[in-house]
Structures are given as structure tokens and as C-alpha cells.
């Protein structure tokens, strides 16, 4: 895996960070996109790459509504979310 994949542009290093910050929530692509003030289109491109290294969980219900949430199963998730709570501690 390459950090690059995870970090890859600032706006999905805010998204992650998002998401570490509430590691338990389930969102929705349109409510992501109002957050990083961006298009859900943009959304869809951001996510690529974190669904495809398993870090966050999609899908898809009733047509165009796209949920996703931090995979918390994922070592890589829980190595990223122990990484985040020391880094916001010092």
C-alpha cells in the first residue's frame, strides 16, 4: 500500500481525518460532499482508491444514495485510527 493512496491530495487527507474523527458514523455521499464543500462526482473519485485498499466500506441503496463508513475491521483502519488519537494528543 502506498500512503499515496490514502493521502493522495489534500482534499482526501480532510476526508480521512473526517472520518478518524468519527470512527463510528456511517455517511452518506452527499452529506460528505456538503462537508468538503466539492461535488458528489468528486466524492466518488476520492473514495476510489480508500474502498479499493479496504480502508472504507461502500454501498450503494436505492439507486443514486451511496453510503460509507471506516472500515474498523481493516488493519490498516486500525493502525490509521491508533495513529490519529496519538498525533491529536501531542
Known amino acids: ?3 499515496e493512496k490514502i493521502f493522495g491530495s489534500r482534499m482526501q487527507t480532510r476526508l480521512v481525518e ?3 474523527q468519527n470512527p463510528g458514523k456511517v455517511f452518506n455521499q452527499a452529506g460528505l460532499a456538503r462537508f ?4 458528489p462526482s468528486t466524492i466518488a473519485r476520492l473514495i476510489e482508491p480508500l474502498v479499493e485498499e479496504g480502508i472504507l466500506l461502500y454501498e450503494q441503496i436505492s439507486g443514486q444514495m451511496k453510503i460509507l ?3 474498523l475491521e481493516s488493519e490498516k483502519v486500525k493502525v490509521l485510527v491508533e495513529f490519529y488519537e496519538k498525533i491529536r494528543k501531542m
Open 36 to 39: 468538503l464543500d466539492c461535488s
Open 1 to 3: 500500500m502506498k500512503l
Open 18 to 20: 473526517y472520518m478518524l
Open 69 to 71: 463508513a471506516l472500515n
